[in-house]
């Protein structure tokens, strides 16, 4: 059974960080493609970044320099590190797997003062 867990949202003040995590089960973590995508109210699920199984990585344009993806396949868990957060970065944000095109349950990220 495929299991995609993500957690280290919340609320954060503009301009600060978050650490995003999802800890993947149910199939080989290193040979597949992960990525974040984010929906925010009344707007459609976006790709945030991906990162290959070589570790190639793409970032949207309105990340790029901010964020950064990583993977450990040791742990079978992908990271989003988010530094200098905007406002407009608020989002329900989610894991993606290229095995079986899985997703997680995600987990909100609101950036406000």
């Known amino acids: 059974q495929v299991q995609l867990v993500e957690s280290g949202g919340g609320l954060v003040q503009p301009g600060g960080s978050l650490r995003l995590s999802c800890a993947a089960s149910?199939?080989?973590?290193?040979?597949?493609?992960m990525g974040w995508y984010r929906q925010a109210p009344g707007k459609q699920r976006e790709l945030v970044a991906r990162i290959s199984s070589g570790g190639n990585t793409i970032y949207a344009d309105s990340v790029k320099g901010r964020f950064t993806i990583s993977r450990d396949n040791a742990k079978n868990t992908v990271y989003l590190q988010m530094n200098s957060l905007k406002t407009e970065d608020t989002a329900r944000y989610y894991c993606?797997?290229?095995?079986?095109?899985?997703w997680g349950q995600g987990t909100q990220v609101t950036v406000s003062s």
């Open positions: 993606y797997s290229s095995y079986q095109g899985s």
């Open positions: 149910g199939f080989i973590f290193s040979v597949n493609t």
